[in-house]
């Protein structure tokens, strides 16, 4: 487990807490990173993200559970934030509170494009759970 005592540590636990957007990077069977951006709850420990049951990042973490989340930086270039971890795809729901504070925290991001919690929850159906095992950043 990753110690968020420390000040970077704290720093980013707190854009855990706050961001809406943070960037996933598994790798694809050419060795290749593929970063996409992507919606996310954190729990305090784990990172869950909703995929597509047709996403390549599926594929990419069957291959290989190893995976980066990493923060956009300021306008310039700091306050980075990186955590390396672990995936997994989960082949049942997450727990109803799980996904009851993902949908509450990109409600109105689901309403401004036109949809309904109840959509996005169909079509992205597949949940990602993340571990971190390590964080870096400044």
């Known amino acids: 487990m990753i110690d968020f005592n420390t000040p970077i540590g704290q720093k980013i636990e707190k854009r855990l807490r706050q961001e809406k957007m943070i960037w996933l990077t598994s790798v694809d069977a050419h060795n290749k990173p593929q970063p996409r951006p992507v919606w996310f709850d954190w729990d305090g420990e784990t990172v869950l993200i909703f995929s597509q049951e047709t996403g390549a990042k599926l594929r990419h973490i069957a291959a290989n559970p190893h995976v980066a989340l990493n923060f956009n930086t300021n306008a310039h270039g700091g306050d980075v934030g ?3 971890g672990e995936a997994q795809v989960l082949h049942s729901p997450p727990p109803v509170e799980r996904l009851k504070s ?5 409600q109105e991001d689901i309403k401004s494009l036109g ?6 929850a169909k079509e992205f159906d597949v949940v990602i759970l993340v571990t971190p095992s390590t964080l870096r950043g400044f």
Not at 102 to 106: A, D, N, Q, R, T
Not at 115 to 120: A, F, I, K, N
């Open 82 to 84: 990186v955590l390396i």
């Open 102 to 106: 993902y949908l509450g925290k990109y």
């Open 115 to 120: 949809s309904d919690p109840e959509t996005v």
